[in-house]
């Protein structure tokens, strides 16, 4: 199974959570499927699962929020995650942050 984590920073506004809450939700919910979130305890906290079925709908998600620029202000941590394969976790928040060549 895939995995996307989200979590967003603590301080930010209701209104910032809100907008962030849609977009991410929206995010994964394309022009190749829909995966919610799995993760309901904490309004900061996202989880999105799926396996290779739902891969592209992952990665679709993952490219839309990368070009969000209050979502990218505003997130803590940001991992892409492989059940198979723990070790290869990826932190997105380094990945997206550094500059095109």
């Known amino acids: 199974m895939y995995k996307v984590i989200i979590e967003l920073k603590k301080d930010i506004s209701e209104d910032v959570l809100k907008k ?4 991410i939700n929206s995010a994964f919910d394309n022009r190749l499927g829909t995966i919610a979130n799995s993760h309901i ?9 799926g396996g290779e079925e739902e ?7 993952l ?8 979502f990218m202000s505003n997130v803590a941590v940001w991992e892409w995650a492989d059940d198979d394969e723990p070790e ?5 928040i380094e990945i997206y942050s550094k500059p095109v060549r």
């Open 20 to 23: 962030l809450t849609e977009t």
């Open 41 to 49: 305890s904490s309004p900061y906290r996202f989880v999105f699962v």
């Open 55 to 61: 891969f592209t709908c992952l990665q679709i998600g």
């Open 63 to 70: 490219l839309a929020l990368g070009e969000e620029k209050t």
């Open 88 to 92: 290869e976790a990826e932190n997105l």
